[in-house]
């Protein structure tokens, strides 16, 4: 069982930065999927990045410029730098994780594609 904790929640400013982070319980950064969700109040989780084994990297339209994600494959370690936050960014920030095999299933954004998922932090932007 793969085991997923995240980090460096909080609250900001509009325009302040955030530096998340989420340590695997195994060395999955290596061979498996790596991606961050959130979730809004009365909304879907959604895609904001993900990180396929070859550092193939995938981010969301509506963070894409400002989000940046990256893996430390020497420490398991899956990083989000948020910059130039907005309130709308206010959500709580899921990290997961999913066995590459498993996406011809649907795409990087696609929740079920994942099967092993973090408890979330909190990160709230104020304008």
């Known amino acids: 069982q793969v085991q997923l904790v995240e980090s460096g929640g909080g609250s900001v400013q509009a325009g302040g930065s955030l530096n998340l982070s989420c340590i695997a319980s195994?060395?999955?950064?290596?061979?498996?999927?790596m991606a961050w969700f959130r979730q809004a109040p009365g909304k879907e989780r959604e895609g904001v990045a993900a990180?396929?084994?070859?550092?193939?990297?995938h981010y969301a339209k509506s963070v894409k410029g400002r989000f940046t994600a990256s893996l430390d494959s020497t420490k398991s370690t899956l990083y989000l730098q948020m910059d130039s936050l907005k309130d709308e960014d206010t959500a709580i920030y899921y990290c997961a994780a999913a066995e590459p095999e498993r996406a011809v299933l649907g795409g990087w954004a696609w929740v079920p594609l994942y099967k092993y998922w973090g408890q979330g932090t909190q990160v709230t932007v104020s304008t």
């Open positions: 990180i396929f084994p070859g550092e193939i990297t």
């Open positions: 195994e060395s999955t950064s290596r061979n498996y999927i």
